[in-house]
């Protein structure tokens, strides 16, 4: 299909050549926003998985909300697409309930702070480290850098629990980057998929409610007997709303208006307010260590962005 045609007959978005030579100041509010929800979707879920409710129950209203929406986007494209290889719609599904029930339990454990350095900071060097290592993917010197300062926040915030600091932190972290690392499977799971976004959405929410129902639905029953459904509608909102649903497409807009590195070198911003947003809403002062690994994060994920080096073509 030609470069310059107005929209991708398969999604119905602006073509990357017109989008970004349209007016970009939408595109960074878009992004802008997004880095919003999802700070507060880390400060909100700790605070949900330690106050309230069990990741698996917290999960079904993570996936409800979306998997409803999106059915109609789900249903044109089919419930388990049979064009799609096995090992794609299990890559895609990674981004589901083995994600959240293993990033909410980690979440369990590990202070808020130490969220924003460990997975969203640490998801470009798993998509990095397996385009590198399965699919033969090369890396620029500027991006290599990068990755390595990401290593080094990964040292920061996790290395104390795991030399025996003796808080049961270490499991919390480990959990939480082996949720970016399933992240990781899923980026390249999607960029194979040829699914929309929305349709991707729909299709791992309606999948991961399934999975969740038996794991956390009695609980979400006896949550909302016991008072808190206003706890459950809360987390329904921030979750499934804007976490699963307006997040997703304003990140979308955002990459359309902006270009993926551009966009990309936004989300920095999601650790440093998740451990803002930490100290009034869950009473957690961020440690020396996890204040340096979310700078050093935070300039890794720059670096290997690859918003420093030359400028995205159209």
């Not at 978005?13 to 992004?31: E, H, V």
């Not at 079904?60 to 290889?85: H, S, T």
């Not at 976490?243 to 270009?259: E, N």
């Amino acid at each position: 299909m030609s470069g310059t045609s107005l929209s991708d007959s398969t999604s119905g978005r602006l073509s990357p050549a017109l989008a970004l030579n349209r007016s970009p100041r939408l595109g960074w509010i878009a992004g802008l926003v997004t880095v919003i929800i999802w700070a507060f979707w880390m400060v909100g879920t700790r605070h949900a998985v330690t106050h309230d409710l069990p990741p698996a129950a917290v999960g079904i209203v993570r996936f409800a909300v979306p998997a409803l929406l999106l059915a109609p986007a789900v249903w044109r494209r089919g419930f388990w697409p049979k064009d799609l290889p096995f090992r794609t719609k299990l890559g895609l599904l990674c981004s589901g309930a083995p994600f959240f029930l293993i990033v909410a339990t980690g979440m369990e454990s590990a202070p808020a702070a130490d969220i924003g350095p460990l997975l969203p900071g640490t998801m470009p060097l798993f998509v990095a480290l397996i385009g590198y290592l399965v699919l033969g993917e090369t890396l620029g010197r500027t991006r290599l850098f990068g990755f390595a300062m990401i290593l080094l926040a990964v040292l920061c915030v996790a290395g104390p629990s795991l030399l025996g600091a003796g808080n049961g932190a270490w499991r919390g972290h480990l959990l939480l980057l082996s949720g970016a690392c399933l992240w990781g499977i899923f980026t390249h799971a999607y960029k194979r998929s040829r699914l929309t976004a929305l349709q991707a959405a729909g299709l791992v929410g309606l999948w991961s409610l399934a999975l969740l129902l038996p794991l956390g639905g009695p609980a979400l029953v006896r949550a909302a007997g016991d008072g808190l459904a206003d706890a459950i509608l809360v987390q329904a909102v921030l979750q499934g709303f804007l976490s699963g649903v307006v997040g997703l497409v304003l990140y979308g807009y955002a990459i359309d208006r902006l270009g993926a590195s551009r966009a990309a070198a936004l989300s920095p911003l999601g650790p440093v307010l998740a451990a803002i947003l930490a100290i009034p809403l869950l009473g957690e002062i961020p440690s020396l260590n996890a204040v340096l690994g979310i700078g050093l994060a935070t300039l890794g994920v720059l670096l290997a962005s690859g918003i420093f080096a030359a400028k995205e073509k159209a």
